[in-house]
Structures are given as structure tokens and as C-alpha cells.
């Protein structure tokens, strides 16, 4: 794989999160019932870091949860025929709360769908909104996030790689392709 474009450096991606960190203190009114919810792998630790955000801003530390949507997944016989299942970890309750939902990259709506489904599963929030890091289009579902970190225009041929540094030693968004 050949780096094609690196379009989100450190500084960039804090800014993006200190941004939807505010948009969704904006728009759920403050802090009330809010928890978050992120979607392995990487949307962990940026559900880490909007915490953090929030907590900088409001003096509340929110609840956050991960979320494993392995066996939720409608391609699930294709990837392995053993799955890894990491777990989800989510110690508080859900019911009327309200839930956002952070992943990296939204692209087909598949992850989303399969987290949609993991989530009603364990109660029923007042609200599920999303939050993706990119969106870099070519929707199957009619799925679209209410946060956004960035809009990136992609060919299908081109991957989007978040790479953070709790999980890759470094903060990057990078274009990929075939080589």
C-alpha cells in the first residue's frame, strides 16, 4: 500500500475533535444524559479524547462506553470463519439517554448499521446520533452522521487509514492505495 495523500496531520485531527466536541454540546443542550459510545477500534480512543474535550469545557466527566459490533456484522461469513470478538464495554445504563455513536471512518453505513443494532440491544436511548472522524461517501444505507470531523471525496478504490496514537503510534489521516 502506497501513501497517495496525507490529509489530516495531529494538529488537524485535535482540531476536528475540540470542533464536534463543541457542535455536540451545542446541539444536546449541555451534558444532561449525554454518554459516548465508541465503535471498535478506533473510534475508542477518539471517544476518549471527545471525552476529555468535553470534560475540559464543562467540568463533567461523561460516560463512555466501546462497542464491539463483530457479530452484528452482515458480511461476517466473509471475513472469517472464526471472528475475533473483543467485547463491548459499556458500564452504564442506556435506556432515555442520549448516545453518540463514534467511529473513524463512515463509509458504506454497514459499521453503523451493525452498531445501530448493537445498541438497541441493550436498551433504548431517548436518541442515537453519530459521529465519524471522515466521511468519505459512497453510501449503501441511508446512513448519514450528525458529527463529522472532516468530508474527504474518495474513489473506491482509495482506503482512508486513521492512524491514532493509542493505537498506531501516530496521529494521521492518510489516502491509501494499491500499488
Same mark, same amino acid.
Given at each position: 500500500?502506497?501513501?497517495? =495523500?496525507?490529509?489530516?496531520?495531529?494538529? $488537524?485531527?485535535?482540531?476536528?475533535?475540540?470542533?464536534? $466536541?463543541?457542535?455536540?454540546?451545542?446541539? &444536546?443542550k449541555g451534558v444532561k444524559d449525554?454518554?459516548?459510545?465508541?465503535?471498535?477500534?478506533?473510534?475508542?480512543?477518539? =471517544?476518549?479524547?471527545?471525552?476529555? !474535550?468535553?470534560?475540559?469545557?464543562?467540568?463533567? &466527566?461523561?460516560?463512555?462506553?466501546?462497542?464491539?459490533?463483530?457479530? %452484528?456484522?452482515?458480511?461476517?461469513?466473509?471475513? $472469517? !470463519?472464526?471472528?475475533?470478538? &473483543?467485547?463491548?464495554?459499556?458500564?452504564?445504563?442506556?435506556?432515555?439517554?442520549?448516545?453518540?455513536?463514534?467511529?473513524?471512518?463512515? %463509509?458504506?453505513?454497514?459499521?453503523?448499521?451493525?452498531?445501530?443494532? =448493537?445498541?438497541?440491544?441493550?436498551?433504548?436511548?431517548?436518541?442515537?446520533?453519530?459521529?465519524?472522524?471522515v466521511d468519505r461517501g459512497h453510501?449503501?444505507?441511508?446512513?448519514?452522521?450528525? %458529527?463529522?470531523? !472532516?468530508?474527504?471525496?474518495?474513489?473506491?478504490?482509495?482506503?482512508?487509514?486513521?492512524?491514532?496514537?493509542?493505537?498506531?503510534?501516530? &496521529?494521521?489521516?492518510?489516502?491509501?492505495?494499491?500499488?
Amino acid at each position: 500500500m502506497k501513501v497517495k =495523500a496525507r490529509i489530516m496531520d495531529e494538529n $488537524a485531527i485535535e482540531r476536528a475533535i475540540t470542533r464536534v $466536541a463543541h457542535e455536540i454540546l451545542e446541539k &444536546n443542550k449541555g451534558v444532561k444524559d449525554l454518554v459516548l459510545v465508541g465503535i471498535r477500534t478506533r473510534g475508542i480512543p477518539i =471517544a476518549e479524547r471527545i471525552a476529555r !474535550k468535553i470534560e475540559e469545557i464543562e467540568g463533567v &466527566n461523561i460516560p463512555r462506553g466501546e462497542l464491539d459490533i463483530t457479530l %452484528y456484522r452482515d458480511d461476517l461469513s466473509t471475513i $472469517a !470463519k472464526l471472528p475475533v470478538v &473483543n467485547g463491548t464495554r459499556i458500564d452504564f445504563d442506556i435506556n432515555d439517554k442520549l448516545v453518540v455513536l463514534i467511529d473513524d471512518v463512515i %463509509y458504506t453505513g454497514r459499521t453503523v448499521r451493525a452498531a445501530l443494532d =448493537a445498541i438497541v440491544d441493550l436498551g433504548r436511548p431517548s436518541s442515537i446520533q453519530l459521529m465519524a472522524l471522515v466521511d468519505r461517501g459512497h453510501r449503501e444505507l441511508p446512513i448519514r452522521a450528525d %458529527y463529522v470531523g !472532516k468530508n474527504v471525496p474518495t474513489s473506491k478504490k482509495e482506503i482512508i487509514e486513521v492512524r491514532l496514537k493509542e493505537v498506531d503510534g501516530e &496521529n494521521a489521516v492518510v489516502i491509501v492505495e494499491n500499488e
